[in-house]
DNA sequence: GCACCAGGCGCG
DNA sequence: AAAGCGCGCCTGGTGC
């Protein structure tokens, strides 16, 4: 092994010579303050050390040449039995023109390498390493992989030796972890004194300042304002930040409460199956973006004149609406008090201002016309924009990261993009599509939450109901509104049973649903009349919570945690919980098919899968099937839509 | 000019 | 005491 090299001074870019005063010989006063910039500059990145380095838990940074660079990493996995890894892009998605991977980190909780993927030498030593280890450790794997595998230097079987440390993370007791799973507050709060990340963030958040670099960057932005694509990765500021990840994750790994290894090898595998659309992709579909945004952007503006026209200048604004509305005459209601707003603001959401679209005059045109322009607005920055950057910075394909366990029930979440957010109508969904020769076929779970409700209670008028086919929510109607209820009433009462059974108030409720409190006191008489099991669960969930009782296991093995301080939520807690194992369990099912390697998308109570169009047919028969399944002697039951090359509406 | 918050709205 | 639940992303507005 080659002995270490020393840590060498910076040899960063030549200073540039600055302007002095011809007759002092002194520099200008704006010639001292870039001499000043550039010494901040310098003192915020640190010496330069070329990669790769290695890099221990107080900071110090030893130069290595490659090889011993993989001796060193050996070395950690022999230690571990294991290999943490973590990179550093541009910030720019795969796919985009920026995306780039900068470095490459690898090692222990004792020793983390910092490697440059461009050196092929390097590039071997990582791709040595990573097919070396018998286990794999990342925080939020996915993030580190597709790259990864975008680079060419693994492939998507890595998943089977990773073991990500945010679903240990997420099975604990958010209040031994921290709400957000982000790596710098977990390692704060579960390493304490010995994390090292969060001070590494600091001086990089430092240094990206001293340059004016944006730490947030989105697809647009450019890639010269981008500290992360801009950044000297060989400086001892980002070498300490880069490495601080794998040496903090690595403790991590040993540290975090470990679940039964049933759990975690079934949350293993759901992230595997879910990953695959991060690393594909679905293509979108640039000309159903490009007739969409021609309906709503001419739509758009002309709502937002009509706004103009009616006395509110800048059409977003909130706060010039409810000033125009309150001159109009109109009585607003307020928000929640915050901190900023102790009295709350007037509320303009659209629950309220749709209780007010009969308005005569001008204030009822303005209510209408706001709808419209939030709507058009929402569409299009929300979903056609980011979809055309797809197509025009980037590949034309969406890559989401479907955080496994993203939610404290344990939910499913998406992020860059959401895709679990798409508009039920209007087309928007149909910008995703399938490949060339393949199709989406879909189903979702029918009535998912009233079987839960009736499987955890176990009611036997709930259980009677679901077998017979009878329809609960007109039951309800019928009891609260009378044998003359109409559709409306039925819809009023299902939002009522809903929102009653997760923890609402009779008096919120009733402002929500906007109906009396003696309409909804009569739904919630109607559900108690309907489903007294159902409710006595419900409160002994509560009861529950409030004598501390807060680990409810699911049937699948995995603890929800039930939030202490407020025991109005533990109903739904144990029934959004326990709905997300049965989407897990059709996952995995759907993966143990023929089409099981191929790219899924869940979104809570539905399947969107990628399968070869002449599958179709049998494979929505068989995505059914993997969908159904019995929960404590209720039937769940999955209905199929139609195969589709792109993702259709769902009304 | 950036980071953060609140309100709002998309989904389930 | 009472509180519908869970998210992600957008804009406007504020504060540094």
Same mark, same amino acid.
């Given at each position: 092994?080659?002995?270490?090299?020393?840590?060498?001074?910076?040899?960063?870019?030549? #200073?540039?010579?600055?302007?002095?005063? *011809?007759?002092? &010989?002194?520099?200008?006063?704006?010639?001292?303050?870039?001499?000043?910039?550039?010494?901040?500059?310098?003192?915020?990145?640190?010496?330069?050390?070329?990669?790769?380095?290695?890099?221990?838990?107080?900071?110090?940074?030893?130069?290595?040449?490659? =090889?011993?660079?993989?001796?060193?990493?050996?070395?950690?996995? !022999?230690?571990?039995?294991?290999?943490?890894?973590?990179?550093?892009?541009?910030?720019?998605?795969?796919?985009?023109?920026?995306?780039?991977?900068?470095?490459?980190?690898? !090692?222990?909780?004792?020793?983390?390498?910092?490697?440059?993927?461009?050196?092929?030498?390097? %590039?071997?030593?990582?791709?040595?390493?990573?097919?070396?280890?018998?286990?794999?450790?990342?925080?939020?794997?996915?993030?580190?992989?597709?790259?990864?595998?975008?680079?060419?230097?693994?492939?998507?079987?890595?998943?089977?030796?990773?073991?990500?440390?945010?679903?240990?993370?997420?099975?604990?007791?958010?209040?031994?972890?921290?709400?957000?799973?982000?790596?710098?507050?977990?390692?704060?709060?579960?390493?304490?004194?010995?994390?090292?990340?969060?001070?590494?963030?600091?001086?990089?958040?430092?240094? $990206?300042?001293?340059?004016?670099?944006?730490?947030?960057?989105?697809?647009?932005?450019?890639?010269?304002?981008?500290?992360?694509?801009?950044?000297?990765?060989? @400086?001892?500021?980002?070498?300490?930040?880069?490495?601080?990840?794998?040496?903090?994750?690595?403790?991590?790994? +040993?540290?975090?409460?470990?679940?039964?290894? %049933?759990?975690?090898?079934?949350?293993?595998?759901?992230?595997?199956?879910?990953?695959? +659309?991060?690393?594909?992709?679905?293509?979108?579909?640039?000309?159903?973006?490009?007739?969409?945004?021609?309906?709503?952007?001419?739509?758009?503006?002309? =709502?937002?004149?009509?706004?103009?026209?009616?006395?509110?200048?800048?059409?977003?604004?909130?706060?010039?609406? /409810?000033?125009?509305?309150?001159?109009?005459?109109?009585?607003?209601?307020?928000?929640?008090?915050?901190?900023?707003?102790?009295?709350?603001?007037?509320?303009?959401?659209?629950?309220?201002?749709?209780?007010?679209?009969?308005?005569?005059?001008?204030?009822?045109?303005?209510?209408?016309? +706001?709808?419209?322009?939030?709507?058009?607005?929402?569409?299009?920055?929300?979903?056609?924009?980011?979809?055309?950057?797809? @197509?025009?910075?980037?590949?034309?394909?969406?890559?989401?990261?479907?955080?496994?366990?993203?939610?404290?029930?344990?939910?499913?979440? @998406?992020?860059?993009?959401?895709?679990?957010?798409?508009?039920?109508?209007?087309?928007?969904?149909?910008?995703?599509?399938?490949?060339?020769?393949?199709?989406?076929?879909?189903?979702? $779970?029918?009535?998912?939450?009233?079987?839960?409700?009736? /499987?955890?209670?176990?009611?036997?008028?709930?259980?009677?109901?679901?077998?017979?086919?009878?329809?609960?929510?007109?039951?309800? /109607?019928?009891?609260? $509104?009378?044998?003359?209820?109409?559709?409306?009433?039925?819809?009023?009462?299902?939002?009522?049973?809903?929102?009653?059974?997760?923890?609402?108030?009779?008096?919120?409720?009733?402002?929500?649903?906007?109906?009396?409190?003696?309409?909804?006191?009569?739904?919630?008489?109607?559900?108690?009349?309907? %489903?007294?099991?159902?409710?006595?669960?419900?409160?002994?969930?509560?009861?529950?919570? #409030?004598?501390?009782?807060?680990?409810?296991?699911?049937?699948?093995? #995995?603890?929800?945690?039930? *939030?202490?301080?407020? *025991?109005?939520?533990?109903?739904?807690?144990?029934?959004?919980?326990?709905?997300?194992?049965?989407?897990?369990?059709?996952?995995?099912?759907?993966?143990?098919?023929?089409?099981?390697? &191929?790219?899924?998308?869940?979104?809570?109570?539905?399947?969107?899968?990628?399968?070869?169009?002449?599958?179709?047919? $049998?494979?929505?028969?068989?995505?059914?099937?993997?969908?159904?399944?019995?929960?404590?002697?209720?039937?769940?039951?999955?209905?199929?839509?139609? *195969?589709?090359?792109?993702?259709?509406?769902?009304?």
């Amino acid at each position: 092994m080659n002995p270490p090299q020393t840590t060498r001074p910076s040899t960063g870019a030549k #200073r540039p010579t600055y302007k002095t005063n *011809p007759t002092t &010989g002194r520099y200008t006063k704006a010639a001292q303050k870039e001499v000043e910039r550039a010494e901040a500059r310098r003192a915020a990145a640190g010496e330069s050390v070329p990669l790769p380095v290695a890099v221990d838990r107080s900071g110090a940074i030893t130069g290595l040449a490659p =090889a011993a660079a993989g001796q060193v990493v050996a070395e950690a996995i !022999g230690r571990a039995g294991a290999l943490t890894v973590d990179v550093e892009t541009s910030g720019y998605p795969v796919g985009h023109a920026n995306a780039a991977l900068r470095t490459v980190q690898l !090692g222990d909780e004792h020793t983390a390498v910092v490697l440059d993927p461009d050196d092929p030498a390097q %590039a071997q030593v990582i791709r040595t390493a990573l097919a070396a280890a018998p286990r794999l450790h990342a925080h939020s794997a996915t993030a580190d992989l597709v790259p990864l595998a975008h680079a060419g230097l693994l492939d998507e079987s890595a998943w089977d030796r990773m073991y990500d440390t945010v679903i240990p993370a997420k099975l604990a007791d958010p209040t031994s972890t921290g709400s957000d799973p982000g790596l710098k507050q977990l390692a704060g709060t579960v390493l304490a004194d010995s994390a090292t990340a969060p001070e590494a963030d600091k001086a990089r958040a430092a240094l $990206f300042k001293a340059h004016g670099w944006l730490t947030d960057t989105k697809a647009l932005t450019p890639v010269e304002r981008s500290g992360w694509a801009q950044v000297d990765s060989t @400086c001892a500021t980002m070498i300490r930040y880069a490495a601080s990840d794998v040496l903090d994750t690595a403790a991590l790994a +040993v540290r975090l409460p470990q679940p039964p290894p %049933a759990v975690t090898e079934r949350e293993r595998a759901v992230q595997r199956i879910t990953a695959r +659309v991060a690393h594909r992709g679905l293509r979108v579909d640039r000309d159903q973006v490009t007739h969409l945004e021609a309906v709503h952007t001419p739509a758009m503006h002309a =709502a937002a004149e009509r706004l103009r026209a009616l006395g509110v200048e800048s059409a977003g604004s909130d706060r010039q609406l /409810a000033e125009r509305l309150t001159e109009l005459g109109v009585t607003l209601p307020r928000t929640q008090p915050s901190t900023r707003h102790p009295n709350g603001q007037p509320s303009v959401a659209a629950g309220v201002l749709d209780g007010l679209k009969g308005t005569p005059g001008p204030a009822g045109d303005l209510i209408a016309a +706001v709808l419209d322009y939030r709507h058009h607005e929402t569409v299009l920055t929300t979903f056609l924009e980011p979809y055309r950057v797809l @197509c025009e910075a980037g590949d034309g394909r969406a890559r989401p990261t479907v955080y496994t366990l993203g939610t404290d029930t344990g939910r499913m979440s @998406c992020v860059r993009p959401n895709l679990q957010q798409l508009p039920r109508e209007g087309g928007v969904r149909a910008c995703i599509t399938a490949d060339p020769g393949h199709t989406l076929v879909s189903a979702d $779970f029918s009535g998912v939450e009233i079987r839960v409700m009736a /499987a955890l209670s176990q009611d036997p008028e709930l259980i009677r109901q679901l077998r017979e086919g009878v329809d609960l929510h007109a039951m309800v /109607a019928e009891l609260a $509104f009378g044998p003359g209820w109409t559709k409306a009433n039925r819809y009023t009462a299902k939002r009522g049973v809903f929102g009653w059974a997760y923890g609402g108030g009779i008096e919120s409720l009733a402002r929500q649903l906007g109906v009396t409190a003696d309409v909804m006191q009569a739904i919630v008489d109607a559900l108690r009349q309907i %489903a007294p099991a159902y409710v006595a669960w419900a409160d002994e969930m509560k009861r529950m919570v #409030r004598s501390g009782a807060t680990q409810m296991p699911t049937y699948a093995g #995995r603890i929800i945690h039930l *939030p202490r301080d407020y *025991p109005h939520k533990a109903p739904n807690y144990a029934i959004q919980g326990t709905a997300r194992e049965l989407l897990v369990d059709a996952l995995l099912a759907w993966d143990q098919t023929r089409w099981g390697g &191929g790219v899924v998308l869940p979104v809570h109570d539905e399947i969107v899968a990628m399968v070869p169009e002449a599958d179709a047919a $049998f494979a929505t028969a068989e995505l059914v099937r993997c969908m159904s399944r019995e929960l404590y002697g209720i039937q769940i039951v999955a209905e199929p839509s139609e *195969p589709s090359a792109a993702w259709r509406d769902s009304v």
